[in-house]
């Protein structure tokens, strides 16, 4: 598809969100620790809100410093998730009109245009545009803000949200997805979570918990694939001004990739892009030996759950 096919992409100018207040959308946030996964909506009111929202907007702009990591390093998704989309929803992704928001570097637009949709991307950050248009030439994308759509009512078929949904305000990121939705559109959500049943990743999972302090202990999943859909489906439309119909399902999928790539991918998530290089650093230099102790031959075999939620627009 051409960028000037899609309604509302212009070829032309960048076009830019609305003003509006909260967190930017964020890229393709969480996948390998799971510490980006937490659904803070912001909806305390006062100073405990106003820092809530400053820590997670710095959080999620941090990603623009490391695109290019996080592009070569992050986990991609399985094609079962996008049959369990389609079968949630009852249409196919083939010709329809995809919005995908908070686009981060396209891991989930090129995929969903190898589906056939027909893909805008929507990414607040200026470095992590950069460098979706250097890895996925011919997607349009805008800059904008889940927030707050810079698009015109009523134009998309899905709404979808790789990874991205839990740097929004659902207070306003769930009127304007219904806003911009088509009458029987969906709006589309999903993490790639740890599968903490496995050993090795629950211990990972302590030693970063250790590592980071307990807060980062209740944004996890609980180990399988009932606790993960529980937990994330209660939360994920906390503050929205009602809840919506929705379905969820929970796919189990795995890749192998070196220690070296495992690390990066684990390190490229906020929690240790705010922390700095040295902090940074002597995580690694534990964790390496931890890896090389259960995989001898330098492969890591990452497991992962990834939770899908759909609501559909009535």
């Known amino acids: 598809m051409t960028p000037s096919s899609h309604p509302d992409a212009d070829t032309g100018t960048e076009a830019k969100a609305p003003a509006a207040t909260g967190a930017a959308t964020g890229p393709d946030a969480p996948a390998g620790t799971g510490t980006d996964t937490g659904t803070d909506t912001g909806t305390d009111t006062g100073v405990g809100a106003d820092a809530r929202n400053r820590t997670r907007a710095t959080r999620a702009h941090s990603f623009n410093t490391a695109a290019a990591q996080y592009a070569a ?11 369990a989309i389609e079968e ?22 090129a995929l969903l245009r190898a589906r056939g949709a027909h893909v805008l991307a929507v990414e607040p950050g200026e470095g992590m545009t950069a460098e979706f248009r250097r890895t996925v030439p011919g997607i349009p994308v805008v800059r904008g803000d889940g927030n707050a759509l810079p698009l ?11 990874q991205s949904w839990h740097w929004t305000d659902p207070a306003r990121s769930l009127p304007e997805a219904f806003r911009v939705l088509r009458p029987g559109g969906a709006l589309a959500l999903w993490w790639n979570t740890d599968a903490l049943d496995v050993p090795w990743i629950a211990a ?38 009602h809840v919506p119909d929705h379905a969820h399902r929970v796919v189990r999928w795995s890749r192998r990739v070196p220690v070296d790539t495992h690390l990066a991918n684990i390190t490229s998530h906020s929690i240790f892009l705010v922390l700095g290089e040295e902090g940074t650093e002597a995580f690694l230099a534990e964790e390496r030996a931890h890896l090389l102790e259960a995989f001898p ?12 939620i759909v609501a559909t627009r009535s």
């Not at 390093?73 to 049959?83: E, I, K, Q, V």
């Not at 010709?95 to 686009?103: E, I, P, R, Y």
């Not at 015109?152 to 790789?162: K, S």
């Not at 031959?297 to 990834?306: K, R, T």
């Open 88 to 109: 949630l929803v009852g249409r196919s992704l083939t010709g329809a009109q995809v919005v995908d928001v908070g686009a981060g570097t396209g891991i989930a637009s």
């Open 152 to 162: 015109l009512d009523a134009r998309a078929d899905f709404l979808t949200y790789a």
């Open 297 to 308: 031959d330098g492969q890591v075999e990452e497991v992962y759950d990834v939770l899908v």
């Open 73 to 83: 390093n992050r986990p991609s998704y399985p094609p079962a998730l996008f049959d």
């Open 204 to 241: 990972q999972t302590r030693r970063i918990e250790r590592y980071f302090g307990d807060e980062q202990a209740s944004k996890r999943g609980t180990g399988s694939k009932e606790g993960v859909a529980g937990t994330r489906t209660e939360r994920a439309f906390e503050g929205a001004p």
